[in-house]
Each structure stands twice: as structure tokens, then as C-alpha cells.
């Protein structure tokens, strides 16, 4: 009986392993289609569902600024901020019907570009504001604001996604056209969107590591007539240093992946943003918006782009766990 | 001139957090005022197809359900191996550190997995790939839970234990798991709360469905991936019904958490 459960629950334990390795492995089974016809050149291929010519004359490439419309689905519909011709224009050129001599391509530059400049959006944003709320808990509010205020960081951070994305699309989003323009849906609306959704997040861990600070050291500072913006920056940050960027980090990983709050918010047209204020498409919300109906090859590209997003939260989170958020134990 | 600098910089992070806490409150503040707007009676007593959301709660609930009866215990059984059986050898530091990277893995990722694996071969999206889905979200949490509160669980206990005779797998059932009981619920509670109001993952595996149903073999209807739809239709008033829904589901998920936070105030 003994020896049982001490093998079922090592079995559990690697199952963790089997789980993991066992999602990169498949992923890489079913892109690979994509992955042997593209090759790496998938990552700088800005043409997604783009039919080619494969006559003669097929050096200049046949319709050029094709945007597959994904909102025709019927399923999940992508959101359309209703007034906006941008978007409205650049859905209304459907793809061309591939007849035998074109061949359909798919590149992936446009969502890893969105994913990536979404993210940096969101840091960008997120970062100062999660700082400042940390910053104020742990040092500025007494006990009697920031217990409270700090609970209620924390249930801000377990509202489920798709909440900040309902709100960003019928709130946020036309707030911020309001202020710079263009649509409703962008890159930008979704990169705030996204900022705001981690800072309940990023302020809560970070807040976690600078309370790790040892009073004796913040008291001695003080006695020596610090302020207390010399306590926080001589103090505190250097001692908690590696807590704050490790939190920092994991807020990344968390935005990178994220699809609901930016599913509703970033327009999901293929199209290369040329304003911050353009709508784009970042990976996952291809992935949530084109999976259900994809088959054979746009399938395989749709796996290429999971992989991809896998690959890359993969090493962010680690380089956060490893390098900075090391078991103090 | 150091004064000066000090005021303007807590002055510079308070305003911060003011501006962090507005735009938090101001999704709560809508979400209130239109879900509380759209509330009505039909919304519990009607499906879908009548413009109602009492199929979507139960799918989800099942949905939830499900993940938890498939996951705690695999994940309970490799925390207390991590804790308890590996005596922190390398393997389970590694395990450990694996499991904490697929707690931040992305939920859509997870999705298209259990897609390849599971939707794929049966040829159509069905009830029991989005528990499983759900269920590989949770595993990791659970993993950490149950290793941090058994963890927290004085040695002497489990030397007295050792020391009447009982071996081991009794003296975690009966001493150990006892005495991290209210750590563990806790965690479990939050799990379950993390988990069901996911979307991403259920969006191609387990689909939606207007009508109520409890076959997990065909497509299962769920909250979340409604709202989803529902909320991007033309349609002012499923627009409403959506709003109800996310006002619903957000009560429920901060009910949970407060619950978490209140069992264990209690035991302190």
C-alpha cells in the first residue's frame, strides 16, 4: 500500500513533465506542415491567407493587400467597432477563391508584431502605475488604507479576462479614440487594455517583495534621516530588486499569452499597424478567432503561431523563475 | 532640495496608484451598472435559445466541475510527493519550477493542445475536451497549493505519527492533510475560481451550446465563451444578456475569493 501510493504520486508528479513536453511535441506535430513549407521565413512573412500566383509572371504577387476577413465567422465573431471605416474597409476586401494555379500563403509576421508591441504597450503603461500602487502600499498608505486597498488589488487581479475586454470594447475603446483618434479597436486600446488587466497583478507581487524588506534596515535608514523616497530607492529596491523584476517579468509572460482582453479590442485584421491607432491582430487572437473553422494547412500555420507563443512565454516565464525569482527556501 | 524631490515622488505614486484604482473601479462601476441593469428573473429560468443563461451557468459549472474532479487529485497526489516522498532532491525542484512556468503558460496555448489531442480524433468539439482543458490549467495550481500547505505543517507531527508505528501514507492521510486542511480548501477555492471564468480554452474545445445540456460528448455550453459571442453581436439586447452574464460571473468569482480569504482569517 505504501509503496503504491509513493509510485502514484511520483506518476503525478512527472505528469507535469508528460503535460508539458507532451504540448510542445504535439504542437510541433501539427505544425509541421507549416513549419517544413515555411521554415523559418514564417516569422518575417507578413501575408496571412494571401493567394499567390504561380504563373510565369508570378514575381509581382497577385492581390497584394488581401486581409482574410475572420469576422464572417459565425462562431466568434471578431469584434468590430461598429463605426469604423478603417476596419470596415479593410474587411470588405474578402480573400480571392484560390484556383488551381495560386497557392495560399501563410506568414506570421503581423500577430507575432501585434503580440509583441501589444505587450511592450502594456509594460509600458502598466509598469509606472503597478510601481506607484506598490510604492503606496508599502510605504505611503498606513495600515488602515492599504490593508484594505491591497484585498481589494487582489480580487481585481482574479477577475476573469474577458471582463476587461468587454469593458475595453464598449468603454475603453471609444474613450481612447475619443482622446487620439482613429478607431475604437487598435494596437493601442489593446495594449492599455492589456496594462490595466496586469496591474492588480504586477502591484500585488511586487508589493509581496518589497514588504520582504527587513524593518531593522528601513528603520536604521530612517534614523540616519533618509526620506522616504531615499529609503524606497536605496533601501527597499536594491534589497528586493530581484522580486520586483522577477514580478515584473511574470506580468509579461501573463500578457503575452493573453487572449480575452485583447481579443475584443485589437480589431483582428490582418493588416501591418502603420499608427499606433491602427487596428492588427496579435497571436492568440488569431488563434481564438480562425481555429474552430481552419483546416489542413491554414490549421498547420495556426499550430506554427501556438508554438511560437508557446515557445516565447515559455522562456520569458523561466528566465523570470530562474534567474530572478529563485526559491529563497 | 532632498525634501522637495521626496514630496514630489510619493506625490508622483500616489497619483499613480489614484489613476491604477480609478480605471479598476471604473470597470467595476460599469459592470455593475449594466449587468445589475440587465438582471432579470428569465435570465435563470430560460437557455440560451430563449434568450436566457441558465444552461450557460450549469455548463460551466460542470465544466468546472469536472476539471476539479480530474485534477486535484493528480495534482494533490504530486504535491504531496514533492513534499513528502522527494525529500527535495533535484528532480523535484525541477518539477517544481516546471510546474510553476505551466502556471503562466498561455490558457489559448493550452486550448489548441487539448484540441490536437482530444478534439482532433473525435472529429468535433465536445463537453469532456474543455474540462480537460480546464483541468490542465489547474493542475498546476493545485500542485503548488498542496506543496506550500504541507509545507507550512510542523515536523514533529509527522515524527509522532512515524514514531506510534503508522506508515507513511497514513501519517500524511490522517495527520498531514488534516492539519493543511484549510490551507489546501483555500487554494482548491481560488483554483476553481481561476478556472471558471476562463475562456480561451474552451473556445475550440468544448464550444458553446444554446440549448441545455448535460451530454458531454457534443459541443457544452459555457458562460464565458457566450458572453464572448454574445457581446461582439449587433443585437443591443444579447448585448444586455451578455453584461448580465459577466456581472454574474464576476459576483461569483469574488464570492469565492472572499470565501478563500475568509476560511482562512478564520483559522488564524
Not at chain 1, 471605416?85 to 503581423?110: F, H, K, R
Not at chain 1, 487594455?193 to 500585488?204: A, R
Amino acid at each position: 500500500m505504501e509503496a503504491i501510493f509513493k509510485k502514484l504520486s511520483a506518476l503525478s508528479a512527472t505528469t507535469i513533465l508528460l503535460i508539458l513536453s507532451a504540448i510542445f511535441v504535439v504542437l510541433f506535430i501539427y505544425a509541421k506542415p507549416a513549419v517544413q513549407k515555411y521554415g523559418i521565413h514564417f516569422l518575417v512573412d507578413p501575408r496571412w491567407d494571401v493567394s499567390v500566383s504561380l504563373n510565369k509572371n508570378s514575381a509581382n504577387k497577385t492581390p497584394n493587400n488581401v486581409n482574410k476577413n475572420i469576422s464572417d465567422n459565425a462562431l466568434n465573431p471578431a469584434p468590430i467597432g461598429e463605426n469604423d471605416a478603417d476596419v470596415l474597409a479593410a474587411l470588405g476586401e474578402t480573400n480571392t477563391q484560390s484556383s488551381n494555379n495560386t497557392e495560399t500563403i501563410y506568414g506570421g509576421l503581423v500577430p507575432i508584431v501585434g503580440t509583441i508591441f501589444s505587450t511592450i504597450l502594456a509594460m509600458f503603461f502598466a509598469v509606472p502605475i503597478a510601481m506607484g500602487i506598490s510604492i503606496f502600499l508599502a510605504e505611503i498608505a498606513g495600515p488602515k488604507l492599504s490593508k484594505p486597498v491591497g484585498i481589494a488589488i487582489e480580487l481585481l487581479a482574479a477577475i476573469p479576462s474577458i471582463i476587461y475586454g468587454m469593458w475595453g470594447l464598449f468603454y475603453f475603446g471609444p474613450f481612447v479614440s475619443h482622446i487620439f483618434g482613429g478607431s475604437s479597436v487598435s494596437l493601442l486600446v489593446a495594449g492599455l487594455v492589456l496594462g490595466i488587466m496586469i496591474i492588480p497583478f504586477m502591484s500585488s507581487l511586487t508589493r509581496d517583495s518589497m514588504n520582504t524588506t527587513p524593518e531593522v534596515l528601513k528603520e536604521s535608514a530612517y534614523a540616519m534621516g533618509a526620506t522616504k523616497f531615499e529609503v524606497i530607492k536605496d533601501v527597499i529596491f536594491p534589497y528586493a530588486k530581484q522580486g520586483i523584476i522577477g514580478s515584473m517579468i511574470l506580468a509579461l509572460g501573463r500578457a503575452l499569452g493573453e487572449t480575452m482582453a485583447v481579443a475584443f479590442v485589437i480589431g483582428g485584421v490582418f493588416t501591418f499597424p502603420k499608427k499606433i491607432i491602427d487596428p492588427t491582430v496579435s497571436i492568440p487572437v488569431v488563434l481564438a478567432n480562425n481555429f474552430a473553422e481552419s483546416s489542413g494547412m491554414s490549421l498547420s500555420a495556426l499550430f506554427y503561431l501556438a508554438l511560437i507563443l508557446f515557445v516565447l512565454s515559455f522562456i520569458v516565464i523561466s528566465f523570470a523563475k530562474f534567474y530572478f525569482l529563485r526559491d529563497k527556501k | 532640495m532632498r525634501l522637495v524631490i521626496n514630496k514630489i515622488v510619493l506625490f508622483l505614486s500616489t497619483l499613480a496608484a489614484v489613476l491604477g484604482l480609478i480605471f479598476l473601479f471604473w470597470i467595476l462601476i460599469t459592470l455593475t451598472i449594466k449587468g445589475v441593469a440587465a438582471l432579470n428573473i428569465h435570465l435563470f429560468t430560460n437557455d440560451l435559445v430563449n434568450n436566457g443563461l441558465r444552461n450557460l451557468f450549469i455548463g460551466q459549472f460542470i465544466l468546472a466541475l469536472i476539471a476539479v474532479i480530474l485534477g486535484v487529485p493528480i495534482g494533490m497526489a504530486a504535491g504531496i510527493y514533492l513534499q513528502e516522498y522527494s525529500f527535495n532532491n533535484k528532480f523535484a525542484s525541477f518539477i517544481r519550477n516546471l510546474s510553476d512556468v505551466m502556471m503562466s503558460a498561455p490558457s489559448i496555448v493550452i486550448g489548441t493542445f487539448v484540441y490536437a489531442v482530444v478534439v482532433n480524433p473525435v472529429g468535433h468539439m465536445n463537453g469532456w475536451a474543455g474540462a480537460i482543458a480546464l483541468a490542465i490549467l489547474m493542475l498546476p495550481i493545485v500542485v503548488r497549493t498542496t506543496d506550500d500547505m504541507l509545507g507550512l505543517v510542523p515536523k514533529e507531527l509527522r515524527e509522532a505519527g512515524v514514531a506510534i508505528g503508522a506508515p507513511k501514507y497514513k501519517v500524511i492521510f490522517n495527520i498531514i492533510i488534516k492539519a493543511a486542511k484549510v490551507g489546501i480548501m483555500t487554494g482548491l477555492l481560488l483554483a476553481f475560481a481561476r478556472i471558471i471564468g476562463e475562456t480561451a480554452p474552451l473556445l475550440f474545445t468544448s464550444g458553446n451550446s444554446q440549448y441545455f445540456t448535460l451530454n458531454l460528448n457534443q459541443e457544452f455550453p459555457s458562460l464565458t465563451v457566450a458572453i464572448y459571442t454574445l457581446a461582439t453581436m449587433p443585437d443591443k439586447h444579447l448585448v444586455e444578456i451578455a453584461w448580465a452574464g459577466a456581472f454574474i460571473l464576476t459576483v461569483f468569482v469574488l464570492i469565492i475569493n472572499l470565501l478563500g480569504r475568509y476560511i482562512t482569517k478564520e483559522k488564524k
